[in-house]
């Protein structure tokens, strides 16, 4: 008799009408041959899914260009499909769950003809965390199903696991024509279920990260009592050798990737990956805040990424073994055979070709690689793994940044006055628009803690449910801002960012174990500036004073912004918020 997956399968495999289907197991064997079938078989345009790179800098290392107008997430294109459209919010596009059903059954109707349809089972998790969910997504596109396999813990033994269960997490997903005019990527939460067609981009196409692990897992959480979060986990350890936990909410292209594999530059101090973008925090049998990284891969922006940037990320890249690492629309070096992209070292090379494979020149204006090009893969490759990474339990948060690309304003790091301040912070959390979303580039927008693209439904619960989370918690992490990208009077970064932001963190680990003291602002409380590790850094008192500097009268545009942002929630904006924000125009 057949499981309800295998019902589940045939029912949309009847629908999308696939050449074959191919259950896989998550092996390096199977990996290898569907490469084989995406360098070979598969094509976008005139361009195989997969282009070998030099195996010998890039081992197991692949090039793919993507369609020209699928190069980042669409949030336009993006629904949350609740039974009520107050229950996704101002936030989310929301449709009509029958109606949404009914437009993707006319434009998935035989959408995978002459095509393979990938049955890929994984797990969000490690398969003996009590917080584990078990997934299936169908696609019919190599490329995610090798992403996919880099991203989650992929294999048989899922499929094992589900058996006759019912309650597994359903994902379908064609690339269909690419065609922008068909393209929707449509979430509904009462089901456990993303219906995506159009799109192969990571965030569009790859149902495992932002579509369950954040906007369906959100809603999990709501119902169930934990977060879903756009989130870094690292472990800083101190020259003793203790390890301090922290969770870092950062939107796309503000320095996730590059603190999550931080190299420190103080001696003696050690920073540990667990994850570079989402979280699952629980609380835990001993009250504490505890996360674990749903994921097993790293899908990072590759502009800027540099030995200079992030180095331990750049030999990463270089370790492939068990695991193919994926570049994604970056150029190529047609000598040498290898990706680029600009913010790389050295000369550029005399003879690429551009993300699109066309050759490229240098004084056209035109950038090589798109500013929104991506690497992909595994975490397992990665020199600075945390041991406990493979603890089922997770690890306990003792703190939790809020981070932005803020070129004014917000000072270098801020701690919120106790948990409900340290939301209000995340809650009015605003950032400078980057290339990993269809809009302009450089407009601030609102993005609390990093998860306005994301939240599964209506912000003002998400908020109300972050302070119903603190008073769960006997010990909640202190909460804090940061910003690395403040500007001065002529457009140059003061603070060098990178690996000197372990100052920063060492100061934000100093005051969770109360070996320092802070200075209290309008807007929270920042270090005395001989508590900040300024050792061998050259930047001068004066320099380092502007990186604090609140000026009570530039923040006016900042309040009244927020206090616009907040509006659009109504009766759902918790009234602690209100009063938050009552409390600032007061301070300042």
Excluded at 92 to 107: Q, V
Excluded at 260 to 284: Q, R
Excluded at 420 to 432: C, D, K, L, R
């Amino acid at each position: 008799m057949a499981t309800p997956l295998e019902n589940w399968v045939e029912e949309q495999a009847m629908l999308t009408e696939p050449k074959r289907i191919w259950w896989c197991d998550g092996s390096e064997e199977e990996a290898h041959r569907i490469i084989e079938i995406g360098m070979n078989e598969e094509k976008i345009g005139n361009h195989p899914i997969f282009h070998k790179l030099n195996q010998t800098a890039y081992p197991f290392g692949y090039l793919h260009r993507s369609h020209p107008t699928d190069v980042a997430r669409t949030e336009h294109l993006t629904y949350v499909c609740h039974s009520e459209g107050t229950l996704a919010g101002p936030n989310n596009n929301w449709m009509d769950p029958g109606e949404a059903k009914e437009l993707l059954t006319g434009l998935t109707k035989g959408c995978m003809k002459g095509r393979t349809m990938y049955v890929l089972p994984y797990m969000m998790g490690h398969p003996d965390s009590p917080y584990a969910k078990a997934c299936v997504q169908l696609t019919d596109v190599s490329y995610v199903a090798i992403s996919m396999r880099i991203m989650t813990r992929m294999g048989k033994k899922v499929t094992e696991k589900i058996g006759k269960r019912e309650d597994f997490f359903k994902g379908l997903h064609s690339v269909g024509e690419f065609d922008p005019n068909r393209r929707f990527i449509m979430h509904f939460p009462g089901e456990h279920f993303v219906w995506s067609i159009g799109s192969g981009y990571g965030g569009n196409a790859l149902l495992g990260k932002k579509c369950f692990s954040l906007r369906i897992a959100s809603w999990q959480g709501l119902k169930e009592g934990w977060l879903a979060e756009h989130m870094v986990i690292i472990g800083i350890e101190d020259p003793d050798g203790n390890i301090t936990y922290l969770a870092a909410a950062m939107p796309s292209a503000c320095g996730k990737t590059n603190l999550a594999m931080l190299e420190s530059t103080l001696p003696g101090y050690k920073v540990w990956t667990l994850g570079d973008d989402i979280a699952w925090l629980n609380v835990g049998p001993d009250g504490r805040l505890w996360a674990i990284n749903p994921e097993i891969g790293l899908f990072g922006v590759a502009p800027g990424t540099s030995m200079k940037t992030n180095p331990n990320m750049m030999r990463t890249l270089k370790a492939g073994k068990f695991f193919p690492v994926l570049f994604t629309n970056a150029a190529l070096n047609l000598d040498t055979n290898e990706p680029w992209w600009e913010g790389m070292e050295g000369e550029v090379p005399g003879n690429l070709s551009d993300w699109q494979g066309n050759p490229w020149e240098n004084s056209n204006g035109n950038k090589a690689a798109h500013p929104n090009s991506r690497f992909t893969v595994s975490i397992e490759h990665v020199s600075t793994l945390s041991k406990e990474f493979k603890n089922p339990k997770g690890v306990p948060i003792s703190a939790i940044l809020i981070g932005g690309r803020r070129s004014q304003l917000i000072p270098l790091v801020v701690e919120g006055f106790n948990w409900q301040h340290g939301v209000f912070i995340g809650a009015s959390n605003g950032s400078e628009t980057t290339a990993a979303a269809l809009h302009k580039i450089g407009v601030l927008r609102r993005d609390p803690m990093a998860m306005l693209p994301f939240c599964g439904y209506n912000m003002g619960h998400y908020f109300g449910h972050w302070l119903n989370m603190g008073e769960k918690l006997a010990s909640p992490p202190r909460i804090f801002s940061v910003n690395w990208f403040r500007m001065d009077e002529n457009g140059e970064f003061i603070w060098p960012g990178f690996g000197e932001n372990i100052r920063a963190l060492k100061w934000i680990v100093d005051r969770v174990h109360g070996r320092v003291g802070a200075r209290e602002t309008p807007v929270g409380l920042v270090p005395h500036l001989k508590d900040l590790e300024l050792d061998g850094m050259n930047l001068s008192e004066e320099r380092l004073e502007k990186l604090f500097e609140i000026h009570p009268r530039a923040w006016d545009d900042e309040v009244l912004g927020i206090e616009k942002f907040f509006e659009q929630f109504g009766q759902t904006m918790p009234e602690m918020m209100w009063g938050a924000l009552r409390t600032l125009k007061a301070n300042l």
